[in-house]
Nanobody, 115 residues
């Protein structure tokens, strides 16, 4: 089983920025795809962004150029840079990894956007 640990969440004002980190216990160059999901209270979990081992990225429609996903293979870490945050971005953000051993999730990190 791959261990996945997120960090970087917190409280930020509307229009602010946060960078989430996802550290994986496996060499991420071996993983097929890594992604960020989020779940707000009373809502279904939704895909925010993903990146393949070939560097192909994909974003949810609601991101609209505000978020950027990236990876650092040397650190076995995937990042989600979030700018121009809105109150509707408030949610628990989860890291998801897909590799030879299957799919693994982290415990999540809370992001709260509020003045």
């Amino acid at each position: 089983q791959v261990q996945v640990v997120e960090s970087g969440g917190g409280l930020v004002q509307p229009g602010g920025s946060l960078r989430l980190s996802c550290v994986v216990s496996e060499n991420i160059s071996r993983l097929y795809r890594m992604g960020w999901y989020r779940q707000a209270p009373g809502k279904q979990r939704e895909s925010v962004a993903s990146i393949t081992n070939g560097g192909i990225t994909n974003y949810g429609d609601f991101v609209k150029g505000r978020f950027t996903i990236s990876r650092d293979n040397a650190k076995n870490t995937v990042y989600l840079q979030m700018n121009s945050l809105k109150s509707e971005d408030t949610a628990v953000y989860y890291c998801n990894v897909m590799g030879p051993l299957g799919v693994d999730w982290g415990q999540g990190t809370q992001v709260t956007v509020s003045s």
